[in-house]
């Protein structure tokens, strides 16, 4: 019984939030996502903004063209740049979580407004 209090308690959930998510999830997923909550509350906890696999693309002002490129790598580093994680594409080109929505996009179309947006301010 102590163990299950402790549990509670490293979860950092008030009385009310525990009662909200119990009320509607019960068995694995119950206990799946009381391990996510505590991993939030510890600072463990990271959502990707994507995944190895995925694409990328990238506007490119010299060829007013938009380049693609797959993430082959995802790094989780220590102290640099004050970033914990970077992505790297199947071109060796390093970006971080900062990066993606200034200059590097999850969708074409992103990337060609982006595009159409430089090209007009320049």
């Known amino acids: 019984m102590y163990d299950r209090l402790a549990a509670y308690e490293d979860t950092g959930l008030e009385p009310e939030e525990v009662k909200e998510i119990t009320s509607w ?24 903004p994507c995944k190895v696999g995925d694409t ?16 082959t790598e995802v790094h989780i580093l220590s102290d640099y ?31 060609e407004a982006a595009m159409k947006g430089v090209s007009e301010d320049a």
């Open 56 to 71: 990328i693309y990238r506007p490119s002002r010299e060829r007013d063209e938009v380049w693609d490129w797959e993430v």
């Open 25 to 48: 999830s019960y068995g694995p997923f119950h206990k799946k996502m009381g391990d996510w909550l505590k991993a939030e509350h510890e600072g463990r906890l990271v959502v990707l």
């Open 81 to 111: 740049y004050g970033e914990p994680i970077s992505f790297v594409d199947d071109s060796d080109n390093e970006f971080f979580a900062s990066d993606i929505g200034k200059t590097v996009f999850l969708t074409r179309a992103e990337a």
